[in-house]
């Protein structure tokens, strides 16, 4: 999806999904991210409608290392019909049908930056949930 297609997206606040794994770089979509955000005129516009959340350790399509099932589209159902944004999922690891680890996945709060300077334009100030 081309980036000026998503003014019109926007401006009917539908949510859109855009995943990260090892067949579709992460850098690609943290690429797109952030030439969305600088057309959508910043961080708070672009969040009225999209979210990134990475899975790290998750292979194309599940499997990996880490935790690789979540249940996306309720939290995408709650954001269209009751506006509760989604921050956080949980990501499950299962075996044999029982959930054997959990961990929550949260939205990335940072930008792409830039290669003419060491640090990125907004770097994350923790790893911990803020509010």
Known sequence: MRVR???AIAEQARPVARWADRA???Y???AY?????????????????A???VLPGVNHCGGGQAPDTIDALTSIVDWVERGTTPDRLVAMKTESGKTVRSRPVFRTRWSLGTTARAAPTTPPTSFRRTR
């Open 33 to 49: 991210r952030h030439a969305l955000t600088e057309r959508m005129g910043g961080q708070a516009a672009t969040e009225r409608f």
């Open 5 to 7: 297609s998503m003014a």
């Open 51 to 53: 979210r990134l959340l």
């Open 24 to 26: 579709i770089s992460p």
């Open 28 to 30: 690609g979509t943290l």
